[in-house]
């Protein structure tokens, strides 16, 4: 049988038994790396064996991953580790290679979420245009990046300079880098994301414009629990990205 690739497992927290707590607490200690999550004093390793450290100018990053750790109770539970998850993919993936997972943000340009619109009905039309266009009015200004949105679901080139201009904003330093391709993939739209990491959108708005059509159908058709159950996982991974690039925001 194969084993699962340990960056991925980290991802999605996949562990086939629950550790019991074996600590009395967590903290964070200064290292070499920026800021290292302990507990009781030894250091926390990822599954590729790195320091879980997160980086110097980030301590309350740290913090926020250590007291994901003292948050554990009998067992631990990487299900409900959002940030620890993140961080060890950052250490383990993204900072080994950063320019495929810029790429791959990039690659969401061309086919973003927010340029490809309903043609009904109109309540739906309506509210895509309140959620999306906001975000392609400040991708215009704040970047210069003028995306030209459709009706439809057949793809349409955007211009080479919108997307040139919106992977310029592509941060280059892992931690922001790793935090700005969880919330593309979460979201389906790397402008979103944008916006969400140079503060144009809050978690709840980003979350809210993601999910607009989402939203409709359930309105329309009735809560699926499984479904919610999915959601709200996914909106912890959201948070926790979101809590990177607010501790390293500039």
Same mark, same amino acid.
């Given at each position: 049988?194969?084993?699962?690739?340990?960056? +991925?497992?980290?991802?999605r927290?996949?562990?086939?038994?629950?550790?019991?707590? $074996?600590? %009395?607490?967590?903290?964070?200690?200064?290292?070499?790396?920026?800021? &290292?999550?302990?507990?009781?004093?030894?250091?926390?390793?990822?599954?590729?064996?790195?320091?879980?450290?997160?980086?110097?100018?980030?301590?309350a990053?740290?913090?926020?991953?250590?007291?994901? =750790?003292?948050? *554990?109770?009998e #067992?631990?539970?990487?299900?409900?580790?959002?940030?620890? !998850?993140?961080?060890?993919?950052?250490?383990?993936? #993204? &900072?080994?290679?950063?320019?495929? %997972?810029?790429? +791959?943000?990039?690659?969401?340009?061309?086919?973003?979420?927010?340029?490809? !619109?309903?043609?009904?009905? @109109?309540?739906? #039309?309506?509210? /895509?245009?309140?959620?999306?266009?906001?975000?392609?009015? =400040?991708?215009? /200004?704040?970047?210069g990046? !003028?995306f @030209?949105?459709?009706?439809? %679901?057949?793809? #349409?080139? @955007?211009?080479? +300079?919108?997307?040139?201009?919106?992977?310029?904003?592509?941060?280059?330093?892992? =931690?922001?880098?790793?935090?700005?391709?969880?919330?593309?993939?979460?979201?389906?739209?790397?402008?979103?994301a944008?916006?969400?990491?140079?503060?144009r959108?809050?978690?709840?708005?980003?979350?809210?414009?993601?999910?607009?059509?989402?939203? =409709?159908?359930?309105? *329309?058709?009735?809560?699926? +629990?499984?479904?919610? /159950?999915?959601?709200? $996982?996914?909106f912890a991974?959201?948070?926790?990205?979101?809590?990177?690039?607010?501790?390293?925001?500039?």
């Amino acid at each position: 049988m194969a084993h699962e690739n340990p960056v +991925e497992a980290a991802r999605r927290g996949v562990r086939p038994v629950l550790r019991r707590r $074996f600590y %009395v607490r967590a903290g964070t200690a200064p290292v070499a790396e920026g800021h &290292a999550v302990r507990l009781d004093d030894k250091p926390v390793l990822t599954p590729a064996r790195r320091v879980l450290a997160a980086p110097a100018p980030a301590p309350a990053l740290a913090a926020a991953i250590a007291a994901e =750790w003292d948050s *554990q109770r009998e #067992v631990i539970d990487p299900g409900k580790m959002p940030l620890t !998850r993140l961080a060890n993919v950052i250490i383990d993936g #993204v &900072a080994e290679r950063p320019p495929p %997972v810029a790429a +791959e943000i990039a690659k969401y340009l061309e086919s973003d979420l927010l340029l490809y !619109r309903a043609a009904n009905p @109109q309540g739906l #039309v309506e509210r /895509e245009r309140r959620h999306w266009d906001p975000v392609l009015a =400040w991708g215009a /200004e704040a970047l210069g990046a !003028r995306f @030209q949105p459709t009706v439809g %679901v057949t793809h #349409v080139a @955007q211009p080479e +300079e919108a997307l040139k201009a919106a992977e310029a904003a592509i941060p280059a330093d892992p =931690w922001r880098l790793g935090a700005l391709h969880s919330v593309t993939t979460l979201t389906g739209s790397a402008l979103l994301a944008l916006a969400l990491a140079y503060r144009r959108l809050s978690v709840e708005e980003a979350w809210d414009a993601a999910n607009v059509d989402e939203d =409709w159908n359930m309105e *329309q058709w009735g809560r699926d +629990e499984l479904a919610l /159950e999915r959601r709200s $996982f996914r909106f912890a991974e959201l948070e926790a990205a979101a809590t990177v690039l607010r501790c390293l925001a500039g």
